[in-house]
Structure formats: structure tokens, C-alpha cells
């Protein structure tokens, strides 16, 4: 049994990564979630399989919320918990592209003290633990020192539209997108691009791993009105995510309006 939580979650990331390969671009069974939550496919399932059977194995005391198991609110009774996306970016997978992730994190009082996603088509590992810095592949990465004019913004197109911005005013960036929200926030984290900024409640699954891989980069990662990520809630939602070096991120909440019109 790996020592550290982190230990953990790699080696956990990368048997995932192994069984979703044996279904990417092979024509996976794919179903369509109620209420229009997107689709789930068999690869998401048994990854999910997996991911329970050896994490809860490993830390018996931990609570487990995952996207793909119905929530038991066991979990709010625990005092650490294990919050997972087998796969991120089941759409990005569905169509061969590779900016597809698991992700992996460990919470504790409502941080995030561990985290993995690893890419597994582009062989990405990223990795953190509180206070302990973020890595890729093992070595240190950090976030970039960008201004605010002419940055890297990776987001939803929606996001980018005028009624979001005070007086209706996009700032000056360029907008790019990844499908994985996990997998922007690690690009970030990276100094690959300059920010992230989702507008919209974001599941604690797409969100935790990737927010302590950013901060631990030097980033900032807050919702979108500026306050502290907090996880675990009853409610696993955040109110949206915006994540940016210091400078950058303090330029860009200042455009933001106060309270966003819903998406």
C-alpha cells in the first residue's frame, strides 16, 4: 500500500489511465445521464469501479464522492474524503481527442491537502500536496506572471460575453479552450496559459484537483466572486472558478461584475 495520500492517488491515476485506454477510440458504449447531464460511458464506469475498490480499500475511514456514484451524504460525517472524476472530459474522450484527465484529490476540513490528474493519451502526470508545491511528470512547474493585456484565458466561449464584464467590456485576452476543467486548471498551474475562468456552478469533482495543482503552482484560484474554494459541501457545487497568477487574477475580478447573471 503506497505511504502517502499522494502516493496514492498517482498510482491509483495511472491504473485508471490504464483501463481508460483500453476503451479510448474503440467505440466505448455511451449513455446519456437523466436530466441532461451529459453522456457516461462504460470507460467512465469502470474506472469509477476501480477508483472506489482502491482508494476506500486503502483509506477505509476516507468519505468518496465521485461523479459517477450516486452521493450517500456519508461523506459529510467523515473527516477526509476522496473527490474524483473518472474521467474529465467524457465528450473530449468520446471523440478520440486527448485533453481528456482523471482526477484526484483528497479533502480535509474543506481543503484540499492531495491531488493527481493525470492525462494518460498525452502522458501528463500533475500532481500536488498542500504546501509541497506542484509537479508534472515530477518536476516543479509554476504559473505565469502575466499582465493582463494580451493573456491566455482558457474558457467556455459563454464566459467571454459582454454581460459578464462591467460595463459590458471583455478584457483584453485571448480566449482558448481544453475540454477537462481539471486539465485547464493544471495548464495554468503549468505557466502554459495565463488563466482560467469558468461562470457557472462547477462540481467539486471537476474542480478540486486541479485548483490545490494551480495554487500550489502560485496561482490564485478562487470563485468567481473572489472568495476561498471551499469542498465537501452538501451541495457538491463551487460558484464558479477563476484561477491566475496574483496580478492577473486581481485584474480580472476587477473587470468581472459583482453578482454574474447566471450562465
Known amino acids: ?66 461523479e459517477e456514484t450516486e452521493d450517500t451524504r456519508h461523506r459529510i460525517t467523515t473527516q477526509r474524503q476522496f473527490v474524483v472524476d473518472p474521467i474529465d472530459g467524457t465528450r473530449e474522450f468520446i471523440e478520440g481527442g486527448k485533453d481528456w484527465s482523471h482526477a484526484l484529490a483528497i479533502v480535509e476540513n474543506g481543503q484540499v491537502t492531495a491531488a493527481a490528474v493525470f492525462l494518460p493519451a498525452r502522458e501528463l502526470m500533475f500532481a500536488a500536496t498542500l504546501d509541497g508545491g506542484a509537479t508534472l511528470n515530477g518536476a516543479p512547474i509554476g504559473a505565469s506572471a502575466a499582465q493582463l493585456d494580451g493573456a491566455t484565458v482558457l474558457g467556455a466561449k459563454p464566459n467571454f460575453e459582454g454581460r459578464f464584464w462591467r460595463d459590458g467590456i471583455t478584457p483584453p485576452v485571448k480566449r482558448v479552450f481544453r475540454s477537462s476543467l481539471a486539465y485547464r486548471l493544471c495548464l495554468v498551474a503549468q505557466g502554459r496559459f495565463d488563466a482560467m475562468i469558468t461562470l457557472r456552478p462547477s462540481w467539486e469533482w471537476d474542480i478540486a484537483a486541479g485548483a490545490l495543482i494551480a495554487a500550489e503552482a502560485g496561482a490564485r484560484v478562487t470563485d468567481q466572486h473572489g472568495a476561498i474554494l471551499r469542498f465537501n459541501n452538501h451541495d457538491p457545487k463551487v460558484p464558479g472558478v477563476l484561477a491566475a497568477g496574483p496580478d492577473l487574477h486581481s485584474n480580472l475580478a476587477e473587470l468581472l461584475e459583482p453578482r454574474p447573471a447566471n450562465p
Open 1 to 66: 500500500m503506497p505511504e502517502t495520500d499522494l502516493a496514492l492517488l498517482t498510482a491509483a491515476a495511472r491504473q485508471a489511465g490504464d483501463i481508460a485506454m483500453r476503451y479510448f477510440r474503440r467505440n466505448p458504449a455511451v449513455t446519456d445521464k437523466p436530466g441532461g447531464a451529459g453522456p457516461v460511458t462504460e470507460a467512465d464506469l469502470a474506472v469509477d469501479h476501480m477508483l472506489s475498490e482502491t482508494l476506500c480499500d486503502a483509506r477505509q475511514d476516507y468519505g468518496w464522492l465521485s
